[in-house]
């Protein structure tokens, strides 16, 4: 629901600037920018276990990494072909890992059951974006490279085998991220102009891009560790309107 | 705004449709001892038929037409169904067609209404009106059920119909039988759905304390056996509650079809009853956890996107 309200804001966003540009379909450039909005995934796994006299996660969860699938909205502060651009907007996702419950066996150790738990974060962030899109203005170059701060609130639940909510809660903290985009529009020049020209959508990007997060609630101590486990990689589509 | 109100209206036109031609004069037939289980209710099973002077079918139905003053309401059951081009329900035998017919009860003249419900009248009287003398069937038997209404003469002038099922095999039982503890005092029971004619369509869960695997001698702190269900329709898990920790139990699952009609038990398996830990309570329970997992409650975060939602229309305002 929420990333449809996303896309929703953008093509409301983006048809008006379309239709600034080329009223009648010929090409005048491309249309003016407000900002732009990226989907991607984030391979994910939280530093929960990190510093406890046990491993709660991995024992439930397992070893492997998730997904957690993210949308972002921004709004452009300055853009110039010169400069590059200067954004500021929000982002929200979701992140589920689903695992078995566990009980203690005859032994005492702690077992698998049948039983299902699971673990749910609906991340909300807010911060600042800076997209050196110099090469693709002024030069032809289809690379940008970006680097982006965020202010990050993390709102979680765990269900129990019943269903039911057990707990729920939000952690905050922030991140920072380096990445590099690759410029669609040289695959496809012609059908890259028309989509500016019927949407409004100036470039399209492919990104990569590498975050550092720290979710504690900035080193509270009543506060556990929602950081990504390791230096996080995320990938996904950038459209900038 | 004009647009989502179109949308409503494209959306409505449809069911408005479909509301115009939903026929009426339909029978249902509900299941005793519930208030709307139309559902099991349309069946006669085994256990029905072997009680059947004693276990009344249950019907409700919509008339074609308005209640007339000084009409009735006659029930009627046939091994065929009404003729397309007749509105006159068959009431009695015919030889030469096969037709078994008869009516069932005496009109009804306290039901001043186009819609009634409510009406009892014993099992019997309908498999009798079939000539189903005998509850040993091997095949499904449809009962074309059909209320007649008349006018304050007598002359038929609306009806509504139905069809009750005669069934009394049982399903297969469930196979892949597992259990395990689910919650104190909890087991989750989950199995294989019968490949089998009648399809199971719900299912029964039975938990009997053992010993022992090798030995079914009741465990004395808890020597009832524990019943759950029946489940949602074709459902291939369930929980059962009420037991005793540390007590095993032998649990077996029993299929249902629509007739209600109860395969042999599937299993046992056997597990026993204990607390279990989600994440949080295993978190908790691990040295060098802390009190809350965060320092705010989650009420904040829609707030804040709100408010982030807000930054940025003032921005697109002021650009």
């Not at chain 2, 349309?42 to 009344?56: F, G, L, R, S």
Request: charged fraction near 15%.
């Amino acid at each position: 629901m929420r990333r449809a309200l996303l896309a929703a804001t953008l093509l409301a966003a983006a048809s008006p600037a379309a239709a600034q540009v080329s009223p009648n379909g010929i090409g005048l450039g491309p249309s003016p920018r407000w900002g732009s909005f990226d989907v991607g995934v984030l391979r994910y796994k939280p530093n929960v276990d990190a510093g406890l006299g046990g491993t709660p996660w991995q024992d439930t969860f397992g070893k492997s990494y998730g997904w957690m699938l993210q949308a972002a909205l921004w709004k452009s502060i300055f853009t110039g072909a010169a400069s590059g651009s200067l954004e500021v907007g929000f982002r929200s996702g979701y992140f589920q890992r689903s695992g078995h419950a566990l009980a203690k066996d005859a032994s005492g150790a702690w077992v698998p059951t049948s039983a299902d738990t699971a673990f749910k974060i609906v991340p909300t962030s807010a911060g600042l974006q800076y997209r050196a899109d110099q090469l693709v203005e002024r030069f032809g170059i289809p690379f940008a490279v970006y680097g982006r701060v965020m202010f990050e609130r993390y709102n979680w639940w765990v269900t129990s085998p019943t269903g039911s909510w057990s707990v729920k809660g939000a952690t905050n903290g922030w991140s920072a991220t380096g990445g590099i985009a690759f410029l669609l529009d040289v695959l496809d020049p012609t059908l890259a102009r028309e989509f500016d020209r019927d949407s409004g959508v100036n470039h399209t990007y492919l990104f990569l891009e590498i975050t550092k997060a720290k979710i504690d609630d900035f080193g509270s101590s009543r506060s556990w560790d929602l950081s990504p486990k390791d230096p996080a990689l995320a990938a996904g589509l950038t459209l900038v309107f | 705004m004009r647009r989502p109100l179109l949308l409503v209206a494209a959306l409505a036109m449809p069911a408005l449709g479909a509301a115009q031609t939903v026929p009426t004069g339909v029978v249902q037939f509900v299941e005793p001892g519930t208030t709307n289980d139309i559902i099991h209710g349309a069946w006669i099973n085994a256990t029905k038929c072997a009680n059947q002077a004693t276990t009344n079918v249950i019907l409700q139905w919509t008339a074609t037409q308005a209640w007339v003053t000084g009409g009735s309401y006659q029930i009627n059951a046939a091994n065929q169904d009404l003729p397309s081009n007749s509105t006159t329900c068959p009431f009695q035998n015919n030889s030469s067609t096969g037709l078994y017919a008869a009516k069932i009860g005496v009109p009804i003249t306290n039901q001043p209404f186009k819609s009634v419900s409510g009406i009892q009248e014993p099992v019997s009287a309908f498999l009798a009106a079939v000539n189903q003398t005998s509850c040993s069937i091997t095949s499904t038997v449809t009962i074309y059920v059909c209320v007649q209404q008349l006018d304050q003469n007598g002359a038929a002038i609306g009806y509504a119909k139905g069809q009750l099922k005669f069934e009394v095999t049982p399903p297969g039982a469930p196979t892949g039988v597992t259990a395990g503890p689910l919650d104190t005092g909890a087991l989750e029971v989950s199995w294989t759905q019968p490949n089998s004619s009648p399809q199971a369509y719900d299912y029964l869960i039975e938990a009997q304390s053992v010993t022992s695997p090798a030995d079914s001698t009741p465990d004395a702190r808890d020597p009832a056996l524990h019943t759950a269900g029946p489940t949602d329709p074709y459902q291939t898990h369930g929980t059962i509650g009420g037991l005793t920790d540390g007590v095993m139990y032998a649990v077996t699952v029993i299929a249902r079809s629509q007739a209600a009609n109860e395969s042999g038990p599937g299993g046992p398996a056997y597990a026993v009853p204990q607390v279990v830990n989600d994440f949080w309570d295993q978190y908790r329970q691990t040295p060098g956890a802390v009190e809350r997992g965060g320092c705010a409650t989650a009420g904040a975060g829609p707030l804040a996107l709100l408010g982030l939602a807000a930054l940025v229309a003032a921005l697109r305002r002021r650009t």
